[in-house]
């Protein structure tokens, strides 16, 4: 089965910053899109940053020019820099890439199980 591990979280200062990993294991064909979302409680999910095969990116205006996201499609692997963390970041992050796991097969979305960010004052 598809599987996404992120890892990279932690406890940073603002002004700091993290670089978050995820990693696609399993039967994959292909991997459109992988996206970083982020909740924090009671709130709505929320898009972070996105990334498409072709390498086009989409930010949340947020974090527009503190975040980049990045990927390599050889290792089925997307990151998220983030840089100037501010309290406000604090936030579980969640990978998203949505696949396809046999030629001309379905799109599904796959999730990761969240990584805790935590930005101190």
């Known amino acids: 089965q598809v599987q996404l591990v992120e890892s990279g979280g932690g406890l940073v200062q603002a002004g700091g910053s993290l670089r978050l990993s995820c990693a696609a294991s399993?039967?994959?064909?292909?991997?459109?899109?992988m996206a970083w979302y982020r909740r924090a409680p009671g709130k709505q999910r929320e898009l972070v940053a996105r990334?498409?095969?072709?390498?086009?990116?989409n930010y949340a205006d947020s974090v527009m020019g503190r975040f980049t996201i990045s990927r390599d499609n050889a290792k089925n692997t997307v990151w998220l820099q983030m840089n100037s963390l501010k309290p406000e970041d604090t936030n579980v992050y969640y990978c998203?890439?949505?696949?396809?796991?046999?030629?001309?097969?379905?799109?599904?979305?796959?999730w990761g199980q969240g990584t805790q960010v935590t930005v101190s004052s």
């Open positions: 998203n890439a949505e696949m396809s796991t046999t030629r001309f097969g379905t799109l599904y979305n796959y």
């Open positions: 399993g039967s994959i064909f292909s991997i459109n899109v």
């Open positions: 990334i498409t095969n072709g390498g086009t990116t």
